[in-house]
């Protein structure tokens, strides 16, 4: 006569391997990631940050989308991704980009109240979240020094 396993023998093996599945896939890249931004020592309030992850071509495609946060009075931020809409950001490499700017609400006009220097709203800054997350992934901005002004001599 066959012997037919019970779930006492499967089903705990079974349950571990079903929370193994959920807990490692690709929420599990997932971490916790907040910071401050200042802008010349001083809270940047008011500002968007967005993490969006760089795809190694490489590799398979990010297992998740790009991430974003918003600066209080003391310029600290909590990261959420943006789908699904939960806490987080993907573990690896950011392009990170920060914005002070609001919609002028007029058609053809560009946005207004911009503060953060343009190398950090082009793209070109990188920040790579750990494994375990972070709440130090904090961000100094500097106001590029204005050119100098010559005087035309008169002759």
Known sequence: MPRYLS???????????????I?????GDIVPVSGQVTLDGEPLAGAVISFQPI???????????GSVGHTDAQGQYVLRLVDPDRSG??????TVTISTATASGVEGEPPQG????????????RYTVPAGGTANANFDLVTPAAPAK??????
């Open 7 to 21: 779930f006492r023998h499967v089903g705990p093996a079974v349950v571990a391997a079903l929370i193994g599945v």
């Open 23 to 27: 807990s490692g896939g690709c929420n």
């Open 55 to 65: 795809r190694n071509s490489s590799a398979d495609p990010p297992t998740a989308t």
């Open 89 to 94: 950001a993907l573990v690896g490499e950011h």
């Open 114 to 125: 911009e503060r953060a220097p343009e190398e950090w709203r082009d793209g070109s800054q």
């Open 150 to 155: 010559t005087s035309a001599k008169k002759k």
